[in-house]
């Protein structure tokens, strides 16, 4: 009976002396070969295996341990001969088809890896683990059809395998398929309530889905998780916003800058709901926060001015542009806010310069179009509101709103493109209410006509 010392040298000291006295005893001697092989002395490992495969040749599980201690000392060719050997004597072995595959894997010859993995599989079909390694490497490798089809060979014996049920659903994700994505997930939820990394990705589905009510719910329970809670509260900001609960995306938010202060991403994302949200006063103090964190963007400073300039701190967003144009003479951006500021201060002539200005550095602006139409609105110069609409909608900029009023403007000065720009709002946002006023001025045309 071996004593139970407490470092493996004393252990290792004790087998090497009954080795000696039992020279021919496998299951001493593989014992003594194994606590080599845990201690990383391959050299002395391999001087055992040696001694118990040439006592033993018929043995193909002494060969395959002898093989799996040369891949471990980089003896590759010498481990393929072994392996090689060791199916000889007992074809089929699952054993070494591993070993094998391993060997391969060392080698980087990803083919025949996967060759053995699936020989393996199909040779110890009761075996789940074996088939699942293998379709973890097809994802690995790129080969998605290929794993899918390993995990549905699980699945088809065991319907509640969560692991082979997950990464199929993070596969099919991964390829849009989100609808059959979302069945893996429920799937996993029903069995394990308490998933929570199923509950985050199936909620990452219907956000992808754009259901973000049913988001919400997982992302809630997800939350629960330590390791989900920021990322599932910041989705779920995000949910909220898309549903125009802006109260709610900015209560989250906040719990994600109050746990992670110096978090730069959620401060940002905080002050852009109050943008939404039209509480300016409150963007301001965040956007304040933000140029002390990241001062050297310049981003930040000039959403600071655009707040300052929202709730009529105008010697602020002043002192706030100067200190970019400090640094940055020229930013263009930097020079749009200008034009801004000196719109809401009423100095329409050095707005329009300055708009003019970075048109001839970037005409296509179409933000810039839109300010300068209205400007011309605010002093009733109708065909250059039609032209900077015109040329905004030419750059991208199409929306119901701007085909609107240009609509409106076109009728006022009986242009027949008109009826075009109110068609075209029904056709892009037919159930909002400038759909509602589109399909007023197109009865009217038609009553008229």
């Not at 994700?173 to 998933?195: D, G, H, V």
Request: with cysteine; hydrophobic share 40%.
């Amino acid at each position: 009976m071996l004593n139970s010392p407490k470092v493996l040298n004393g252990l290792l000291s004790q087998i090497q002396e009954q080795t000696l006295q039992s020279p021919m005893d496998l299951k001493l001697m593989l014992r003594l070969a194994r606590l080599y092989m845990k201690n990383s002395s391959y050299f002395d490992a391999e001087r055992v295996y040696k001694k118990c495969v040439k006592a033993f040749p018929d043995n193909a599980e002494v060969v395959v341990e002898y093989a799996i201690c040369l891949i471990k000392d980089s003896k590759y060719e010498d481990a393929e001969i072994e392996l090689e050997r060791a199916l000889s004597i007992k074809p089929g072995m699952v054993q070494a088809f591993l070993a094998s595959a391993s060997l391969y894997e060392k080698t980087g010859n990803s083919n025949k890896q996967i060759s053995f993995m699936l020989l393996a599989a199909n040779a110890a079909p009761d075996n789940y683990e074996i088939r699942l390694t293998l379709a973890e490497q097809l994802r690995k490798y790129g080969d998605f059809s290929g794993a899918i089809d390993q995990y549905n060979q699980i699945l088809a014996i065991n319907p509640n395998q969560e692991t082979a049920c997950f990464s199929k659903g993070l596969i099919l994700m991964r390829q849009e398929k989100l609808n059959e994505a979302n069945q893996c997930f429920l799937r996993i939820i029903n069995n394990n309530p308490s998933a929570f990394d199923a509950h985050f990705n199936l909620a990452s589905c219907y956000y992808r889905q754009q259901k973000y009510a049913a988001a919400i719910n997982h992302f809630r329970i997800a939350s629960r998780n330590k390791d989900l809670t920021n990322r599932s509260l910041f989705l779920m900001a995000q949910c909220f916003s898309k549903r125009n609960d802006i109260d709610q995306a900015i209560v989250s938010m906040e719990k994600l800058v109050d746990s992670e202060k110096e978090n730069v991403g959620y401060r940002k994302a905080l002050a852009e709901f109050y943008e939404k949200a039209e509480e300016f006063d409150m963007a301001a103090e965040v956007y304040y926060d933000l140029t002390l964190l990241a001062p050297n963007k310049s981003e930040f400073w000039l959403k600071l001015a655009f707040s300052q300039i929202k709730t009529k701190d105008f010697d602020k967003a002043e002192k706030t542009l100067n200190k970019v144009f400090k640094v940055q003479p020229g930013h263009l951006e930097g020079h749009r806010v200008l034009a801004d500021l000196y719109a809401a201060k009423g100095l329409y002539k050095e707005a329009i310069e300055e708009y003019q200005r970075i048109l001839m550095l970037n005409e296509n602006n179409s933000e810039v179009y839109i300010s300068l139409a209205k400007i011309y609105r605010e002093i009733n110069r109708d065909n250059e509101e039609m032209d900077s609409l015109n040329k905004a909608i030419c750059h991208g900029k199409e929306n119901a709103q701007i085909l609107l009023r240009l609509g409106e403007l076109e009728r006022k000065h009986n242009i027949p493109t008109s009826i075009d720009r109110f068609k075209r709002i029904k056709t892009i946002q037919p159930d909002s209410d400038y759909a509602k006023e589109a399909d007023y001025y197109i009865k009217h045309s038609e009553i008229a006509a």
